[in-house]
């Protein structure tokens, strides 16, 4: 069996499994955050922290929420980093430094997981399980609560309430993010992913040292981190390590992990407004991105355009040869299409247009699943821009799912969107302008690229790098932490800002004039403006970095 055919069985068998599930995890997934009863344990929960599960929130309550949970979360971890020699489990390791510990607080919370430091050097096992492991599931769980509140104002009417965030958070925790990662952990066990506390990895030959390095809860952190569509790893090569993705039968499995709940949420988002065949379009516009992007990818990587891959028959530098080239593309498209920065590759060594894909998927906003819950609201609000470009052209007022689509509605859809080219282009100049581009280890297009990339990562919340440069200055993780923390909780106030703006409307009567917003059509019209506004907006950057060194 070729290599292509082999990569073409992978993808084939993964799409089939995840049409097989969209349907019933969606379901679940829907019963878990639109029931009405409260299990034991969650009760336990409210009463302990003071809420009343009834009691909804509105849009800006549900905001001060989230910003509160976070900004709480960020000085525990930050804490919690710079403490640790005092702590239990902690292997002996220094306190981080706080440049350090500041990014990589920021990096957990926002859901980003941005490593700028080897994980089984630097961090004890109780930062890892008790700092680390848990923001892998809150922050997640914080996505998806924002994605469910956005819905919300979608589906209700004439009030401004978009649900509870602590009843969010705690189901989304209990009901869907434990259970998944229970199985996936045992999953991934069965495949060879060691769980252990003790049993030391030798780093003498790599350190000139004697020093060993007790393994880590290596599968439940596995199996976390990707389910959460996070990245970040107890090993600082990730995905890999062969303790952490040993075969190919793993690496399948965790890519079906990472889009597992991204996309099945449109099937959430259309149980919730009533109309199913609306999350099948979403779906389908998620699919469609992601397919285009992994085939072109898989193109790039196994043609190996450059000098050396054409030499040698294969661009293989950088890739693990138990994964093979296309494998290795696949997962590469799947962990920057959502927002999970796991890697079982170096992105730096791809091909310099298989680099580029990496970069443009980020760009892209990440739709395509995206990131648990930031994926759907970040479709949904380009849905949004749709229908208004759709209204201009008919010269009709734009609506979606029966809300008008007003100034104050596209203010929010526009400056969400503004939000990471702001941040990611304005990073790279300040790099090149203060000359901390002399991190990058390479000059020229790919040192731009190297760089571009890292500030791409870090605003769009990924996780990911072109491992070429060296980041943990603490210009780069003051600079990056910054992107991190806005790229993550603007966005958020603005959807919702609209989700409140739209749960507050009358609904409006579909008539003649009004677009089918699940046809395919719209369907058509949504990849159209994602793939426009993106072309638009980092074209001359690409332009400067991967396609320069590709031609």
């Given at each position: 069996m070729t290599m292509t055919t082999a990569g073409v069985i992978f993808i084939v068998t993964l799409v089939a499994a995840l049409v097989a599930v969209y349907k019933p995890f969606g379901d679940y997934m829907f019963r878990a955050v639109a029931g009405t009863k409260q299990s034991r344990v969650e009760r336990g929960i409210f009463r302990l922290v003071g809420v009343n599960p009834a009691a909804e929130?509105?849009?800006?309550?549900?905001?001060?929420?989230?910003?509160?949970?976070?900004?709480?979360?960020?000085?525990?971890?930050?804490?919690?980093?710079?403490?640790?020699?005092?702590?239990?489990?902690?292997?002996g390791f220094d306190p981080v430094v706080p440049h350090g510990a500041w990014n990589t607080a920021v990096s957990f919370v926002t859901n980003t997981n941005w490593q700028s430091y080897s994980g089984e050097s630097t961090m004890g096992h109780l930062v890892q399980m008790a700092g680390l492991a848990v923001q892998n599931f809150v922050s997640a769980a914080v996505?998806?609560?924002?994605?469910?509140?956005?819905?919300?104002?979608?589906?209700?009417?004439?009030?401004?309430?978009v649900g509870n965030f602590w009843v969010d958070l705690t189901r989304i925790t209990l009901r869907i993010l434990l259970p998944i990662a229970v199985l996936g952990a045992i999953a991934l066990m069965i495949g060879g992913v060691v769980q252990n506390l003790s049993g030391g990895t030798d780093v003498s030959t790599l350190t000139g040292g004697t020093q060993t390095i007790t393994g880590g809860p290596v599968?439940?952190?596995?199996?976390?981190?990707?389910?959460?569509?996070?990245?970040?790893?107890?090993?600082?090569?990730?995905?890999?390590?062969?303790?952490?993705?040993?075969?190919?039968?793993?690496?399948?499995?965790?890519?079906?992990?990472?889009?597992?709940?991204?996309?099945?949420?449109?099937r959430v988002f259309g149980r919730m407004v009533g109309q199913n065949r609306q999350g099948y379009a979403i779906a389908a516009v998620m699919g469609i991105l992601a397919v285009a992007s992994v085939a072109i990818t898989n193109i790039f990587e196994l043609t190996g355009h450059g000098t050396v891959p054409q030499a040698v028959g294969a661009a293989l530098e950088g890739k693990e040869v138990r994964f093979d080239v296309s494998n290795s593309a696949t997962f590469a498209a799947a962990t920057t299409l959502t927002s999970t920065g796991a890697v079982n590759s170096f992105h730096d060594s791809f091909t310099s247009l298989g680099g580029m894909m990496t970069m443009v998927n980020m760009m892209l906003g990440e739709v395509a699943p995206g990131g648990t819950g930031s994926g759907l609201y970040g479709l949904l609000i380009l849905a949004v821009i749709t229908v208004f470009v759709a209204g201009l052209m008919v010269g009709r007022t734009p609506e979606y799912l029966g809300k008008k689509i007003g100034s104050r509605e596209i203010k929010f859809a526009s400056l969400y969107f503004l939000i990471t080219p702001i941040l990611v282009l304005t990073g790279t100049a300040a790099a090149f302008a203060t000359g901390n581009n002399s991190t990058a280890l390479n000059v020229g297009p790919h040192g731009l690229?190297?760089?571009?990339?890292?500030?791409?990562?870090?605003?769009?919340?990924?996780?990911?790098?072109?491992?070429?440069?060296?980041?943990?200055?603490?210009?780069?993780?003051?600079?990056?932490?910054?992107?991190?923390?806005?790229?993550?909780?603007?966005?958020?106030?603005?959807?919702?800002?609209?989700?409140?703006?739209?749960?507050?409307?009358?609904?409006?009567?579909?008539?003649?004039?009004?677009?089918?917003?699940?046809?395919?059509?719209?369907?058509?019209?949504?990849?159209?403006?994602?793939?426009?506004?993106?072309?638009?907006?980092?074209?001359?950057?690409?332009a400067l970095g991967p396609l320069a060194e590709g031609l």
């Open positions: 929130q509105t849009w800006g309550v549900y905001a001060r929420s989230v910003l509160a949970f976070s900004a709480v979360s960020i000085l525990f971890l930050y804490l919690f980093q710079r403490v640790q020699n005092h702590l239990w489990l902690s292997l996505g998806i609560a924002v994605a469910v509140a956005l819905v919300r104002g979608f589906a209700r009417s004439r009030t401004g309430q599968a439940s952190q596995e199996v976390i981190k990707e389910l959460g569509t996070n990245g970040g790893g107890f090993y600082n090569v990730n995905s890999a390590h062969p303790f952490e993705n040993p075969t190919s039968w793993t690496n399948w499995l965790e890519i079906f992990l990472i889009f597992l709940i991204p996309f099945s949420l449109p690229s190297e760089v571009l990339y890292a500030f791409t990562s870090a605003s769009n919340n990924n996780g990911s790098a072109f491992g070429g440069i060296t980041v943990n200055t603490t210009w780069w993780d003051t600079a990056l932490g910054l992107c991190m923390l806005l790229g993550r909780f603007l966005p958020i106030i603005f959807v919702l800002a609209l989700a409140g703006s739209l749960a507050r409307q009358a609904p409006t009567p579909a008539s003649e004039g009004t677009l089918p917003t699940h046809r395919p059509l719209f369907i058509g019209m949504v990849v159209g403006v994602t793939v426009v506004l993106v072309a638009l907006t980092f074209l001359p950057a690409l």
